[in-house]
C-alpha cells in the first residue's frame, strides 16, 4: 500500500466515510466530517502510520483544503 492508499484509508476511518468515497481531492466543504478536530485525528493517525513526526511549525504552514493537503505533511 502506497501512502496515498493509506492517506486515503486513515481519513476514511476518522471521517465514516467509505474509503471508495474519498479521493486526493475531496474537498473539506463537501464532507460534513472534514472538520478541524478530523483534521487533528489525521495527522496524528499519519504519524503513527507513517513513523514520522510532523512538526507544529510545519502542520501551520500547510492549509488542508482537500485529502492530498495532507501529504505536504510528510
Given at each position: 500500500?502506497?501512502?496515498?492508499?493509506?492517506?486515503?484509508?486513515?481519513?476514511?476511518?476518522?471521517?465514516?466515510?467509505?474509503?471508495?468515497?474519498?479521493?486526493?481531492?475531496?474537498?473539506?466543504?463537501?464532507?460534513?466530517?472534514?472538520?478541524?478536530?478530523?483534521?487533528?485525528?489525521?495527522?496524528?493517525?499519519m504519524?503513527?502510520?507513517?513513523?514520522?513526526?510532523?512538526?507544529?511549525?510545519?502542520?501551520?504552514?500547510?492549509?488542508?483544503?482537500?485529502?492530498?493537503?495532507?501529504?505536504?505533511?510528510?
Open positions: 500500500m502506497n501512502r496515498e492508499e493509506k492517506l486515503l484509508e486513515i481519513a476514511a476511518d476518522i471521517l465514516d466515510v467509505e474509503k471508495d468515497e474519498l479521493t486526493l481531492d475531496s474537498k473539506r466543504e463537501d464532507i460534513e466530517t472534514f472538520d478541524s478536530l478530523s483534521i487533528v485525528q489525521i495527522i496524528a493517525e504519524s503513527d502510520a507513517f513513523d514520522v513526526v510532523i512538526p507544529d511549525e510545519k502542520i501551520n504552514e500547510v492549509k488542508i483544503e482537500k485529502i492530498g493537503d495532507f501529504l505536504q505533511l510528510l
